[in-house]
């Protein structure tokens, strides 16, 4: 299943994550070449996109395949997060078929978290319009946006008149359903990606064993991964989850020739104790010296 962009071009609604995967080229070429998947998400910071790892990379698994398939419409869309155009550049050179993301949060040189002093303030516009020349230059074939407020993006609609970003990636599950920026990408026709879709790894929220997906998967008959990917899907977003093992990677992408009745949907909707996951503490927050105060501060206080 594809889903539209502003852009007029399709993005598969199902794609593989790659972010702290075990081994992400065996996880992308099952993904690719076994399971159907022909959208990959990788960012920058992930090291799995570019050559410096020594073996073939992520980004060199795509374009085989691209080439294998040798059918645009079928080519893999290797969306990419990079907090640079430095990076944009040395990517994209790699992969024409690669639409980007721009990362607001992670600023290129800073320490972790940063420091006052440490980021310059942030050029939106001036990174926008180096994107902008991206596309018109045919490297990518749409630009995005990512880890976006309301502010954030009011800010970029107010200068981005010629390329508007075709799509918002944002933590989106039944735990933190981020129904503010949802409506606000939808009225301004821009498509969402939903990133951790499962709840995350680590110390992430655990859905795959809450009741209500567990009631909604085995009505179903489905595993609840499965039923947290269709709800995604069913939300009008694509959406990205990853996983170590073959066996889920396939499953994960099992969730078109069915869908969650409109009653069970409803009370995925309706999960309490809504919150992040990857709210950007440990990464982002330094409480006595920094740009970023506070969990409010890095989510401009709308949460
Ligand atoms: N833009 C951003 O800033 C951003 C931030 C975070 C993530 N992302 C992207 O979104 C992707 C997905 O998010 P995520 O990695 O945070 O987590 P996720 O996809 O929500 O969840 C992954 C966890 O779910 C487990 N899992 C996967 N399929 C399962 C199934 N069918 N049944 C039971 N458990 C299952 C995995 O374990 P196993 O591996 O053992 O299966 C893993 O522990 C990332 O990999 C990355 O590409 C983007």
Excluded at 11 to 17: E, H, S, T
Excluded at 124 to 146: F, N, Q, S, T, Y
Excluded at 154 to 162: G, M, N, R, V
């Amino acid at each position: 299943m594809m889903k539209r962009l502003l852009s007029g071009h399709l993005i598969p609604a199902v794609g593989i994550g790659t972010w702290r995967a075990r081994n992400p080229k065996e996880s992308v070429y099952t993904a690719l070449a076994e399971a159907g998947y022909r959208h990959v998400d990788t960012a920058a910071e992930y090291g799995v996109q570019n050559e410096n790892i020594k073996h073939l990379s992520v980004g060199v698994i795509c374009l085989a395949c691209i080439k294998e398939t040798g059918d645009e419409n079928r080519a893999i869309r290797n969306v990419l997060k990079c907090p640079n155009s430095q990076d944009f550049n040395l990517n994209v050179r790699q992969n024409p078929f690669v639409n980007i993301c721009l990362h607001t949060l992670n600023r290129d040189g800073a320490s972790r978290p940063p420091k006052s002093g440490d980021v310059l303030d942030f050029d939106m516009e001036g990174v926008w319009k180096e994107m902008e020349k991206l596309v018109k230059d045919k490297l990518v074939r749409d630009i995005g946006i990512c880890d976006f407020t309301l502010k954030k993006l009011d800010k970029l609609l107010s200068f981005a008149e010629i390329i508007k970003p075709s799509v918002c990636q944002m933590e989106m599950h039944p735990g933190w359903r981020n129904d503010k920026i949802l409506e606000a990408c939808k009225k301004n026709g821009i498509h969402v990606t939903a990133y951790s879709p499962l709840g995350s790894q680590g110390n992430g929220r655990d859905l795959i064993h809450d009741p209500v997906v567990e009631r909604v998967a085995r009505k179903l008959n489905k595993s609840p991964g499965q039923v947290l990917v269709r709800w995604a899907i069913q939300r009008g977003t694509s959406t990205i989850p990853k996983s170590n093992n073959l066996d889920r990677i396939k499953e994960n992408i099992h969730v078109f020739q069915w869908e969650i009745p409109e009653q069970d949907f409803q009370a995925l909707c309706i999960i309490q104790d809504q919150k992040r996951v990857l709210d950007g503490e440990e990464l982002f927050v330094n409480k006595t010296d920094g740009p970023f105060k506070s969990v409010a501060d890095v989510w401009d206080h709308e949460d």
